[in-house]
DNA sequence: GCAAACTTGACAATGATTCTCATTTCCGTC
DNA sequence: GACGGAAATGAGAATCATTGTCAAGTTTGC
């Protein structure tokens, strides 16, 4: 694992606390006026560094929506995992599927591929919304 | 299901007749480039209004890149399925795992998600990569 | 053959993301 | 506590895929 050295600062650490308020997966874009709404200053771009470099080091999920933006979340879980995404407010719920964990690695395998990876997400509208 | 009824054109036939040349995912710049070097004189907006449109009538598969890009694909089975997919040549298989759609199903209903869509996808490398 | 409706193409516009680079901040050291 | 180099930041420019615009070209039904 190549964990990434970055410095502290007060930027990171709005960022970060700005993740930990929502359970929403959002965008840089909408992270970065809602530190502004909250005076917090920040520059568009050092959410972009701050947000990549999280996600390297897999403090934070990324996931894109289907307009193709890049959208963040602090999950609680450490580990591989997926999420059951309410298309309407946003809202995401955490799920792990051995049984898919399986089958990728099988099918994976059968067809000779190597150093595999997957994309699991499921879109839906909560009973809320 | 709302078919969209589009009218028969030189353009749009040369998109899927170079759509079927290929086994790759391929994206809207992509086909453009090849179907320009081909002499078929095809605008680059042509290009992705004829792919949205297929898209949309499932007549052809779209995923997104690491990057971003949509990327497109003529696949074999017109039903619901899941793509494994070499990073390096970018070929891709078709695979389905019923499996998968059941535990999906399960776990959205679990959590009260109706409308549910999934998506799918395994990238690796493959054995001639 | 004709008009209405649809499609195309060149280019402008958009919008998310990345790059640039001068300035600021952090950290170990003196 | 001050110092110097390295890393981080911010403002705006640059990039790049994708979509919108609109005049000109095609297709269809009649």
Do not use: K, N
Not at 33 to 41: P, T, W
């Amino acid at each position: 694992m190549t964990e990434t050295v970055r410095r502290p600062t007060r930027q990171q650490a709005a960022v970060l606390a700005a993740l930990d308020e929502v359970q929403e997966f959002m965008s840089a874009q909408q992270l970065h006026s809602r530190l502004r709404e909250q005076g917090a200053s920040v520059g568009l771009a050092t959410v972009y560094r701050t947000l990549t470099a999280l996600a390297a080091d897999d403090e934070v999920d990324v996931l894109r929506t289907d307009e193709g933006e890049s959208v963040y979340r602090r999950c609680a879980s450490e580990d591989h995992h997926h999420h059951l995404v309410c298309r309407a407010c946003g809202r995401a719920v955490e799920v792990d599927g051995p049984a898919v964990e399986d089958w990728a690695a099988r099918v994976s395998a059968a067809h000779g591929f190597r150093d595999v990876r997957h994309t699991l997400e499921i879109f839906g509208t909560c009973d809320r919304c």
